[in-house]
């Protein structure tokens, strides 16, 4: 069999002193690994709200675009909204017709019709 060996401990003030800091520094080692988590914890806790904080802003930038797209689209359509209905009226007018209706398709016996430029159309608007 093997041999045993007794260690007997010294009551006295130096192995005392070596036993309390033994104690000591056994004490703050798990200490220090909760601090690791605890950081850990902590930068997760920091960490994604700010990715939810940056999703979110793309989020908006994306719709302040689509928005301003669509301001402008909305003003292009308001104009031909305009032009349609002033054309409507105009449509609407009997002088108006039997102009355009002249222009157009026919000319009284011995009438001589001008065309001007901006009238070629005989008023009506055209979308471009």
Known sequence: MAKQKKIVRLNN???TQQLNQ????NKQVPKR?????ILVV?????????INLVKSYQTLQSRLELKAKYEE???VLDKQLAIEKADIAKLKDPIFIEKYARLRYYSKDGEKVFLIPELSDGGVTKIK
């Open 13 to 15: 003030e130096f192995t």
């Open 22 to 25: 033994m104690q000591q520094t």
């Open 33 to 37: 690994r909760y601090l690791s988590l």
């Open 42 to 50: 902590v930068i997760l806790v920091m960490v994604l709200p700010t």
């Open 73 to 75: 689209k909305s003003v």
